[in-house]
């Protein structure tokens, strides 16, 4: 017999749990079940942002940060230290502690807030009844008056690069070597490839990444990914764009790489590891069983419309599963959305301001329209930009790379879009973000008093450069 729930979760990713918990603090009862483990072998929530994506490389990122500074910049500040090394084993035990310490955070909010917890592979079947094959071989069944499938994604695996574990990996591979590679191959110049090859270079590695397109980040602003391409490529990062990958080959503990370059001639690359980060998949093989109505979409996500409803009744759908940008804070947002809108609340997700952040060094971030997109669209538009390598604080903080470029409309002034390259630039974006959302002007930020010295100041200035009255640069 089913046990019968007002919510049941499938998935607690990001978008699964800020739905789990969301509907429980709204007064419904509230299941969720997951089917991940830890490194431990014990449930492990959180789904691929905090197990082995967002939370890990980002604390790997940090570490191998320190690790650059150390050996390159130090000496800049007058501090000098006598043959640094690093410990890999001590930096991933680490970056696992941090892990393990926010995974149980989740299952502490499951307790404080009455969300019952399942652990095992769910099965939507029809009617809203989910079964679930827990870790021990039991299975158990919920019914739900809503069902929301939060099932989250997988790393996408090419047929001539298939992951051992050992000499050809994803995402989870590259988090837990456990030496400097000399030699990194990574196919893929995405957010993974780019910051994960960051993470292995600044540590001594050889990195090449290999990327298929001829553009570099297509998806950024052209002048950000210009000011992106030109830092990393000063940093050693061999990025060969327009290569495009036919074959692999383990050898004698080598990869052998056989690709072909932006002119089409053949070549080969060997190294020690081969990263494979072209993109990922919703993670929907085996989750509905026939007769749900539930409908899929060529590339195996589930079809939802503009409030994450599937069309079959009470059954609902969010996060990377779906459309749009896999993002952990835009699942956040659809899970909190969903979970109101089943409690007669208005939920709702702007998915215009939802913003972009690769955590490379210098950052790459940005929210609403490229100059691009505005030229295809036809939609008139004026810029303004400005420099770090002007602004004070990051000329003092010695990261002067980058730049801020504001985008508005010609006629009205509204901001369309904010894209920055830079120091910590994931934390400047959300000027942007709050502006458009509230239908802001270029002309309101720059009327908006920043604290000087800042690195925000680079906003303020380049939002003065849209009516050509910027300060601190000519005009």
């Known amino acids: 017999m089913s046990e019968q729930f007002d919510v049941v979760v499938i998935g607690a990713g990001p978008a699964g749990y800020h739905a789990a918990i969301r509907a429980a603090q709204l007064g419904l009862k509230t299941a969720c079940i997951d089917a991940a483990l830890g490194k431990d072998g014990k449930p492990a929530l959180g789904g691929t942002c905090l197990r082995v994506g967002c939370i890990p490389s980002k604390a790997l990122l940090d570490s191998s940060r320190q690790f650059y500074n150390l050996t390159h910049h130090f000496a800049d500040h ?7 090394k690093i410990d890999v084993a001590a930096m991933v035990g680490r970056k696992d502690k941090i892990v393990k310490q926010f995974t149980g955070g989740i299952a502490q909010l499951f307790k404080a807030n009455k969300v019952s917890a399942y652990y095992g592979f769910a099965t939507l079947h029809p009617d809203r009844v989910v079964k679930v094959k827990q870790h021990d071989g039991s299975e158990v069944e919920l019914r739900g008056t809503n069902v929301i499938i939060a099932a989250g994604s997988d790393s996408i695996e090419l047929p001539f690069a298939k992951f051992d574990g050992t000499h050809i990996v994803d995402n989870v591979g590259a988090l837990d070597f456990t030496e400097v590679p000399k030699r990194l191959g990574v196919i893929g110049a995405g957010v993974i490839g780019l910051e994960l090859g960051s993470v292995w270079k600044r540590l001594g590695a050889e990195v090449v990444i290999l990327e298929a397109m001829p553009e570099f980040l297509a998806a950024a602003d052209a002048d950000i990914a210009k000011a992106a391409l030109k830092e990393f490529k000063k940093q050693g990062l061999d990025i060969r764009l327009g290569a495009k990958v036919s074959k692999t080959e383990v050898k004698k503990g080598e990869v052998h790489i056989t690709y072909a370059d932006a002119a089409g001639k053949e070549d080969t690359l060997v190294v020690d590891k081969l990263l494979v980060a072209v993109g990922r998949k919703a993670a929907t093989k085996g989750l509905l069983a026939e007769g749900t109505g539930v409908q899929l979409d060529e590339r195996g996500r589930i079809v939802v419309d503009d409030h994450c409803h599937t069309g079959v009744d009470g059954v609902w759908a969010v996060g990377d599963c779906v459309r749009g940008p896999m993002l952990a804070h835009k699942g956040f947002e659809e899970g909190i959305a969903v979970a109101e809108l089943i409690a007669g609340l208005p939920g709702h997700v702007n998915f215009e301001t939802i913003p972009w952040v690769i955590y490379t060094e210098p950052e790459i971030a940005w929210v609403g329209k490229t100059e691009q997109q505005c030229k295809a669209e036809g939609i008139p538009y004026k810029v303004g930009t400005f420099p770090f390598a002007a602004v004070g604080r990051a000329v003092a903080m010695n990261e002067p790379a980058g730049l801020v470029k504001v985008i508005a409309h010609a ?28 239908k802001g002007a270029a002309d309101d930020l720059a009327r908006i008093c920043h604290a000087h010295p800042t690195m925000s100041e680079a906003i303020h200035d380049a939002a003065m450069a849209v009516d050509k009255r910027a300060i601190h640069k000519a005009n």
Do not use: Q, W, Y
């Not at 007058?78 to 640094?84: D, L, N, Q, R």
């Not at 369309?416 to 910590?424: D, P, Q, R, Y």
């Open 78 to 84: 007058g501090i000098s230290v006598e043959k640094p």
């Open 411 to 438: 006629e009205t002034d509204r901001v369309l879009g904010l894209h920055l390259c830079g120091a910590n630039v994931s934390e400047l974006v959300h000027e942007g973000v709050i502006t458009m959302e509230f």
